[in-house]
Every structure is written in structure tokens, then in C-alpha cells.
């Protein structure tokens, strides 16, 4: 599986951007996928997780982004809205076979990340 990320960009604080996730080389039906993001000089986290039964948000962004998929277009999907300065990171889309999962060590597959800046 190939990812690819898109749609960062540079935003007031207040605005939203959406970013996309396709795959490609293999559909992802079955698989669980997740964006984290990371911050200069801090770890890679979680911000949204996906699988076809369960959604799950980071307490930072929950009421604010939605993570979804389209399986026709084998792409995922992270609207953003209300953006803060501290959303500010490189955001990357990551897929694995199998159930619900929250690690970045638990994801196989990982697209080249997209950087969103918010500016206050």
C-alpha cells in the first residue's frame, strides 16, 4: 500500500483545511487508518483513528477535525475546522491491516506528510 498526503497549507486560526489520504496498490477495506501529526521537537501522536466500526479523536482536536473514508475513491479524509496555532505540525496518514489501533508503531504503511500552519 501507498499513501499519499495532501491538502496542508497555511491558515489564519479560526479556518479549516481538509486533508486527503490515497491509497494506492491495494484497497484498504479492512484496514485501520489514522493521522497523527508532529510538532518540531515533540513525538508523533495521534489525532484521529478509523476502522469500519469505531472512530476515535485525540481529547486536543475531538469537536473540531472528522476523520472520514471514501472506499470508492480508496481515500481518507481529515476536515480540520477551528483551527489553532498549536495545530500547527507535519500531518501524516498511516494504514495497517486489522483492528482498532492508536501507536504509530501499530501502522504499517505511512504517507509523506503534509504540513498545516496556523497562524494566530
Known amino acids: 500500500v501507498q499513501l499519499q498526503a495532501s491538502g496542508g497549507g497555511l491558515v489564519q486560526a479560526g479556518g479549516s483545511l481538509t486533508l486527503s489520504c490515497a491509497a494506492s496498490g491495494s484497497t484498504f477495506i479492512g484496514y485501520r487508518m489514522g493521522w497523527f501529526r508532529q510538532a518540531p521537537g515533540n513525538e508523533r501522536g495521534i489525532v484521529a483513528a478509523?476502522?469500519?466500526?469505531?472512530?476515535f479523536y485525540s481529547d486536543s482536536v475531538k469537536g473540531r477535525f472528522v476523520i472520514s473514508r471514501d472506499n470508492a475513491k480508496n481515500t481518507v479524509y481529515l476536515q480540520m475546522n477551528s483551527l489553532k496555532p498549536e495545530d500547527t505540525a507535519i500531518y501524516y496518514c498511516?494504514?495497517?491491516?486489522?483492528?482498532?489501533?492508536?501507536?504509530?508503531?501499530?501502522?504499517?504503511?505511512w504517507g509523506q506528510g503534509t504540513e498545516v500552519t496556523v497562524s494566530s
Open positions: 498511516a494504514a495497517a491491516r486489522g483492528g482498532f489501533a492508536l501507536r504509530a508503531s501499530q501502522y504499517h504503511y
Open positions: 478509523l476502522t469500519d466500526y469505531r472512530t
